[in-house]
């Protein structure tokens, strides 16, 4: 199935459902995936509950190996998926990666067994599929990144600190640990006062045990195995503060973890690619940052 989104720059791509069979689904006729429109193009969705990749594929020889699964922000309630995915999958395939827009579950009771791990089930997922799928789309398997913004950036580091939890039947034989992790002003810790209150909420409802806050919590996971990350944040940000993004790079460097981290002056929150602030250098920065990487060639 192919899609159509805003940005000018960005073709036709293939749309892959990520399951034959859906893990911990609960069916429900009545909960149905709703879309949010700017024109004839698709701006995010509502109530997710039949997940996808949209892969974007570089220009023919343009490819470098490198994959990034890109999980976009909205508090777990809603998908940011033009704003904070298809734009970016355009802008990694102009720099030779693959990248792959991931339309993950959004967590509920009504379609899921245990919502918690719900979105980390689909996002373990992707990577597999990507690694299974390397040879026919020109993927090397130890360049395989994931990417989130917001509370994408939880799932995306919790996808990056929970890769060998078993958390679906997994018959693939395929590693789920990402290579690196790019986070933008992500949603990293459940703890109260740091934490973005709705996507707590979403993800473990209003009264979760110290247990799971603390599981959750991506600062207090990192190991010495993390993938390294690199991290970008706006100081003035009103609805995830950035004490988020401080705490995950304060773990990774004392776990000696290679880590970037980018703060700047204003910009607030959900800036995607950029606005008329300081913080609109970020994807230069990563550009640079992934090429020192052997991520994205000279």
């Known amino acids: 199935m192919s899609l159509f989104v805003s940005n000018a720059l960005i073709a036709q791509q293939q749309e892959v459902a990520l399951w034959d069979e859906i893990p911990g ?30 892969i974007f594929k570089p220009e023919a020889g343009k490819a470098n190996g490198t994959a990034v699964v ?25 720099q030779g990666v693959t990248g792959f827009v991931l339309k993950y579950r959004l967590p509920h009771d009504r379609i899921m067994k245990d919502k918690s791990i719900g979105p980390l089930q689909d996002a373990q997922r992707a990577i597999r599929y990507v690694r299974e799928n390397a040879v026919q789309l020109g993927i090397d398997t130890a360049k395989v990144g994931i ?79 993390t993938p390294m990350t690199f991290l970008v944040h706006a100081t003035d940000d009103g609805a995830v503060p950035v004490e988020n993004s401080i705490r995950y790079y304060s773990a990774l460097k004392d776990a000696g973890v290679p880590v970037e981290l980018h703060l700047y002056e204003d910009g607030g929150h959900g800036f995607g690619m950029g606005t008329s602030a300081t913080n609109n250098a970020w994807p230069e920065a990563l550009s640079l940052w992934m090429k020192k990487h052997s991520l994205i060639t000279e």
């Open 70 to 94: 890109i999980c976009p922000g909205g508090g777990y309630g809603h998908l940011a998926i033009n704003k904070e995915g298809y734009k970016l999958a355009a802008w990694f395939a102009g």
């Open 147 to 225: 990417m989130g913004f917001s509370a994408g950036g939880h799932l995306a580091a919790t996808a990056s600190t929970h890769y060998a939890d078993v958390v679906y039947e997994n018959t693939e034989g395929v590693s789920a640990k990402p290579n690196f992790s790019i986070l933008i002003y992500p949603v990293i810790s459940m703890q109260e006062g740091i934490t973005h209150q709705g996507s707590r909420d979403n993800l473990l409802g209003k009264k979760p045990t110290q247990e799971a806050v603390y599981k959750f919590s991506g600062e207090y996971q990192v190991t010495p195995e």
């Open 25 to 54: 689904r609960i069916a429900d006729a009545d909960y149905q995936e709703e879309q949010q429109l700017e024109g004839e193009a698709i701006r995010g969705y509502n109530k997710v509950n039949v997940p996808t990749l949209s």
